[in-house]
C-alpha cells in the first residue's frame, strides 16, 4: 500500500488495514485519526507515541489474535501471513520452546511474545528462559516493547516499496 491510498481510506477501510499489526482499538484509532501522514516516517513516530503508554489491556487485546512462538498461525488473513512471516526462522529447538511456552504460561498467564523477525531459535529460548525470572511488572514493562515493535515493523513492512 502507498501512504497515498492510506490516508485516502474510509476510517473503517483504514482501520482494518492497521489492525492486523496490533489488534489494539486506542491504538488503531489514534492512529487512523493522526491521518492524513506526510511520510512513512511520520506515520511510524505517531504510531510509536500512540503506543508507549501499552499495558495489561493493550497487551491482553493484542494477544488473542497471536499464535504461541513457535507455532504457526492459523487463519488465512493478514495477521496470520505476517505471524507466519516472522516465525519462519524459528526451527530445531520446537520442543524446548514449547517448554519454556508452558511454563511461562504458568507463571504469567499468558502467552509467550518476542519480536521474532530477525531472531534464531536459540535467540529466542535465551529470552524465553532469561523472562522466566521476571516479576509480572518487569515482564509486563518487557511484553510492551516487544509488542511494540512487532506493531511497527509490521506497519513498516505494510508501506514497503
Avoid at 502507498?2 to 482499538?25: G, I, W
Avoid at 491521518?35 to 494477544?63: K, N
Avoid at 498461525?73 to 526451527?91: D, F, K, P, R, V
Wanted: charged content about 25%.
Amino acid at each position: 500500500m502507498d501512504l497515498a491510498t492510506f490516508n485516502d481510506l474510509t476510517p473503517e477501510a483504514a482501520a482494518d488495514t492497521v489492525r492486523p499489526c496490533a489488534d489494539v482499538p486506542g491504538w488503531i484509532e489514534h492512529v487512523v485519526g493522526g491521518r492524513p501522514y506526510d511520510s512513512v516516517g511520520a506515520l511510524l513516530t505517531f504510531a510509536e507515541a500512540a503506543a508507549a503508554a501499552w499495558g495489561a489491556a493493550e497487551i491482553d487485546a493484542a494477544l488473542a489474535h497471536h499464535p504461541r512462538i513457535g507455532e504457526r498461525a492459523t487463519g488465512t488473513g493478514a495477521e496470520a501471513a505476517m505471524s507466519s512471516s516472522e516465525q519462519s526462522g524459528i526451527s530445531g529447538d520446537e520442543r524446548a520452546i514449547a517448554e519454556g511456552n508452558r511454563a511461562y504460561e504458568q507463571i504469567f498467564g499468558r502467552i509467550f511474545l518476542i519480536r521474532a523477525a530477525g531472531r534464531t531459535s536459540a535467540e529466542i529460548l535465551e529470552q524465553l528462559t532469561a523472562r522466566l525470572d521476571h516479576d509480572p511488572a518487569r515482564e509486563e514493562a518487557v511484553v510492551a516493547g516487544q509488542l511494540r515493535e512487532i506493531a511497527l515493523l509490521r506497519l513498516e513492512g505494510m508501506f514497503a516499496a
